[in-house]
């Protein structure tokens, strides 16, 4: 008798492990699929279209005119330039700040203002990016305009916005980071006499960089697939800001920019035929990047123990 | 000689009392132990002594702790202090760099920079903690890569790096294997002709096998202080005799 509502419970939980089980193979496969649909459908629609137009002048032709009538030209260097000076430069500064910032949450902050200033970063990394579109057009764009002249539709408007975009993520992954690193990394360094700031700029810090470079890549991947807010500040032009490499020209940063992500969107609702197929070969570059600032992430921490994972 | 006074110092976490009136003298050049049940206050009184509590919100010190004379909470600055008064860990907890580095961060962070003076100081440290000759090939590789023992050796030794007086010891053995123990034990025997050692444990036979003085704490309180042999063998306390004799804790 006994045993026999032991089997039968213990059949139960058996299956009961069997269905969740398959349960969440079922929805880990789900976002699995969804990617290599994408990857699918972008270099399916892609890849043809940068061979018809031919893979070096798609990466370095310079003239964009995809709806000419008689001599459309396909060259997405100004936008695969845009990008890449907005996301380096915007990652230089984004990077430092949110890094000290994190340090300085961690480490320094009154008890009495960490949750304010936490919950406050936390809400900038949760609100939609058409709302710092908003702040772009509203605050930096005047700024730009009252201080250096033009439109303020810029790539410096850009860079600030993406600035300001990839803070919360480094300033909170950063902080995870340094949070998971175990204390007793930090107790060890002081009990050697070392000071609070030798401490956790030589021992504390560093055992985080695995973490803290997770945190960098995403933000990058945030600068590089920011769409929304770049459309509303950048001025969408598809033209080279000044000549290669000399981006600290004051007229190179004044000049209206298009990104990559900003020029997709704003071409796909009316483009048909080769110019809509073109906008998925730029999907297949964007592709290439983010799955390129992943590989490096890998390499970087190849040696590196992230604590935050581990615990 | 005298290395530590304590005197009557009361230590609260808050609104608990973790210390009770406690008095004892460290003596320069011996090993003080302290034993007692989970709880008791050892780590609490150690931690004291270089003050690690500091660290902790709302914990507060009160009485006096002279090094030497000089009272370490008013007159010293705990930089100095911790300089002077190295701590090794229950668990071993050497940094996520090289061997070399683990033993290098302490005098670079106090200003050496030369290279043939820093590998005279990490050679000397390793062979002081008896681990040289088992790292001496492996000294750029990281101190993560060593066994439980051998990481323990590697803190002692990276301790010793930075010249201090006095080394505090928080249950350095309690998660090794007992070889690595004995080497332990050893290499802190060694040490104290150079040294002064107070080490927390709750072994008994360590305390007897390695130490020259030895307090008993029970809940906060010191109950009895005083020479390891006479401790163990004709203790004037009742609840010390039914401690070391394992009637409880
Ligand atoms: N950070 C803290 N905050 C509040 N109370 C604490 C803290 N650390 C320790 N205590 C309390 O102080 C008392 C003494 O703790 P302590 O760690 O010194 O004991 P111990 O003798 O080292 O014990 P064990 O042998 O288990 O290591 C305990 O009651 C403990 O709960
Ligand atoms: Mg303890």
């Given amino acids: 008798m006994d045993s026999a509502i032991q089997q039968k419970t213990s059949r139960r939980v058996r299956a009961i492990e069997v269905t969740t089980k398959i349960l969440f193979l079922v929805c880990s496969l789900v976002a699995a699929l969804t990617l290599l649909l994408i990857i699918f459908f972008i270099f399916s629609n892609g890849i043809p279209a940068i061979m018809e137009v031919g893979a070096i002048n798609f990466l370095t032709g310079r003239t964009w005119t995809p709806t000419h009538s008689t001599n459309p030209q396909f060259g997405m260097l100004p936008m695969l330039y845009a990008t890449f000076i907005s996301t380096i430069i915007a990652f230089i500064l984004g990077s430092k700040i949110g890094k000290w910032g994190a340090i300085y949450l961690m480490f320094f902050c009154p008890k009495k203002i960490y949750r304010p200033i936490k919950t406050m970063v936390e809400l900038l990394g949760g609100i939609p990016s058409v709302l710092y579109g908003f702040f772009g057009v509203a605050v930096i764009l005047p700024f730009i305009r009252n201080n250096f002249g033009g439109t303020g539709n810029s790539l410096l408007a850009a860079i600030i916005i993406l600035t300001m975009m990839i803070l919360p993520t480094i300033i909170n992954l950063g902080e995870a980071a340094i949070r998971a690193v175990p204390n007793h990394f930090y107790e060890g360094a002081l009990s050697l006499g070392a000071s609070k700031t030798e401490s956790i700029f030589k021992v504390v810090v560093p055992a985080a960089k695995g973490g803290i470079n997770g945190a960098y890549i995403l933000g990058i991947g945030r600068a590089v697939g920011e769409t929304m807010a770049v459309i509303m500040v950048a001025g969408n032009v598809s033209r080279m800001p000044g000549t290669l490499g000399d981006f600290f020209q004051t007229s190179t940063l004044l000049a209206p920019v298009r990104t990559l992500t900003s020029g997709i969107a704003m071409e796909m609702s009316y483009a048909s035929g080769l110019h809509r197929d073109t906008l998925f070969g730029i999907g297949v570059v964007l592709f290439i990047i983010i799955i390129s600032l992943n590989l490096t992430l890998a390499i970087l921490n190849r040696n590196q123990t992230n604590y935050a994972k581990e615990s | ?249």
Avoid at chain 2, 10 to 38: C, M, R, W
Avoid at chain 2, 86 to 92: A, H
Avoid at chain 2, 102 to 114: D, L, Q, T
């Fill in chain 2, 1 to 249: 000689m005298t290395a530590f006074e304590i005197n009557n110092v009361n230590l609260f976490y808050s609104d608990f009392q973790a210390l009770h009136d406690v008095n004892l003298k460290v003596n320069k050049h011996e090993i003080t132990a302290f034993i007692g049940p989970s709880g008791c206050g050892k780590s609490t009184l150690l931690r004291a002594l270089n003050r690690m509590n500091d660290l902790i919100d709302g914990c507060r010190v009160e009485g006096e702790v002279l090094l030497n004379g000089v009272d370490i909470y008013k007159e010293m600055d705990v930089n100095v202090l911790r300089k002077r008064v190295g701590m090794v860990f229950q668990k071993p907890n050497p940094f996520p760099m090289s061997v070399y580095d683990n033993i290098a961060y302490g005098p670079r962070v106090h200003g050496i920079k030369s290279k043939p003076q820093l590998n005279e100081i990490v050679e000397r440290c390793l062979r002081d903690a008896a681990i040289w000759d088992e790292v001496k090939d492996r000294l750029k590789k990281s101190a993560l890569s060593l066994s439980g023992g051998q990481q323990q050796r590697l803190c002692i030794a990276r301790s010793l790096a930075v010249q201090p007086d006095v080394l505090l010891m928080d249950e350095p053995t309690s998660a090794l294997d007992p070889i690595s123990t004995a080497k332990i034990e050893e290499l802190v025997i060694q040490l104290k002709k150079q040294y002064t050692v107070v080490i927390v444990t709750h072994n008994m036979q360590q305390a007897t096998r390695i130490s020259d003085n030895t307090g008993f704490f029970l809940m906060g309180e010191m109950i009895e202080y005083g020479k390891t042999s006479d401790i163990f063998s004709v203790p004037s306390d009742k609840r010390t005799e039914d401690y070391i004799t394992g009637r409880f804790g």
